[in-house]
Nanobody, 126 residues
Framework: QVRLEESGGGLVQSGGSLRLSCEVSGGAFSSYGMAWFRQAPGKEREFVGAISWSGGSTYYVDSVKGRFTISRENAKNTVYLEMNSLRPEDTAVYYC???????????????????WGQGTQVTVSS
């Protein structure tokens, strides 16, 4: 059974930084494409960014480009989301998601991912 567990969320002031982690267990992490999504109250879950199984490709939604960075450490079965210059509009529950093979392209939709974590709350105060 594949399990994803996010951590690192919290309350931060506008302009601050946080690093989220997502540890994957029970599966072949090094073969998974990984992504981060977020969901604000009353809104649909939206794509934030994704990283290929090798770490060689990343893709971000325009609103976080230049501020957020996704990375992975296959030896630790962990994917990270480094978030800088945080804004109040970044407030949401952040979810990590896994896409097992075949994962030739980085999906930006929730349907592209088979496994999900429970989420971690990020709150940015103004």
């Amino acid at each position: 059974q594949v399990r994803l567990e996010e951590s690192g969320g919290g309350l931060v002031q506008s302009g601050g930084s946080l690093r989220l982690s997502c540890e994957v267990s029970g599966g072949a992490f090094s073969s998974y494409g990984m992504a981060w999504f977020r969901q604000a109250p009353g809104k649909e879950r939206e794509f934030v960014g994704a990283i290929s199984w090798s770490g060689g490709s990343t893709y971000y939604v325009d609103s976080v480009k230049g501020r957020f960075t996704i990375s992975r450490e296959n030896a630790k079965n962990t994917v990270y989301l480094e978030m800088n210059s945080l804004r109040p509009e970044d407030t949401a529950v952040y979810y990590c998601a896994a896409d097992p093979p075949p994962n030739i392209v980085l999906s930006t939709t929730t349907r592209g991912y088979d496994y999900w974590g429970q989420g971690t709350q990020v709150t940015v105060s103004s």
